[in-house]
């Protein structure tokens, strides 16, 4: 079908309590948030859930991811577990995000890598923060998931028809979603 909606990628808490945080943590949470918006992520947000919302930082899934290849009906897309070549159309998509007029084609496969420099899945370690340097994430949840989901109402209101355009945003609480992809991650146990 047509994607109707935003598409967003997130970090979540698989949980659907609102997550409880002291408020020194909600001021070292907001002020990380607002250096990955002077970094360029403006349209990053968290929610600390509850109300029908999973805790999550998300922000549009075009945006955030580093590499994607669009591969059309019929032909081969590139082989997973191997490094997806840098091309000057990741570099112009990122830079120039909300001038895009590209759309989701049905169909078609998509293949996309994310790299990230702050979290380390193998330590369960938050690395690299200015101020905190580093932290285990652990002191806060035992699993997270990524999810990639197409947002179908704001604030239980459906939202605006998309026409399938990767730079559609959402402005409010994301109330109903249809989740394409997730995978969760768990901290080894000693």
């Not at 990380?32 to 999973?54: I, N, P, R, W």
């Not at 955030?64 to 840098?86: C, I, M, N």
């Not at 830079?95 to 420099?117: A, D, I």
């Not at 994430?137 to 209101?157: C, I, M, P, Q, W």
Request: hydrophobic fraction near 35%.
């Amino acid at each position: 079908r047509e994607i109707k909606g935003p598409i967003y990628l997130a970090m979540e808490l698989p949980q659907t309590e609102k997550y409880k945080v002291t408020t020194p943590m909600k001021i070292v949470i907001r002020a990380c948030l607002q250096l990955m918006k002077a970094m360029g992520h403006k349209d990053t947000h968290v929610s600390f859930g509850g109300h029908g919302e999973v805790p999550h930082i998300g922000a549009p899934a075009f945006h955030s991811f580093d590499r994607v290849v669009v591969t059309p009906p019929g032909e081969t897309p590139p082989p997973l577990g191997e490094h997806l070549k840098r091309m000057p159309s990741d570099v112009q998509r990122r830079k120039n995000f909300f001038k895009l007029q590209q759309k989701v084609e049905v169909g078609s496969t998509y293949t996309f890598s994310m790299k990230n420099r702050r979290f380390n899945p193998l330590l369960w370690k938050v690395v690299g923060v200015p101020i905190a340097r580093q932290f285990t994430v652990s002191r806060f949840t035992d699993s997270v998931r990524l999810a990639v989901y197409e947002v179908l109402e704001e604030n239980g209101k459906p939202v605006d028809d998309s026409k399938g355009l990767v730079t559609a945003m959402a402005k409010k609480k994301h109330t109903k979603r249809n989740t394409f992809l997730w995978i969760r991650m768990s901290r080894k146990r000693s």
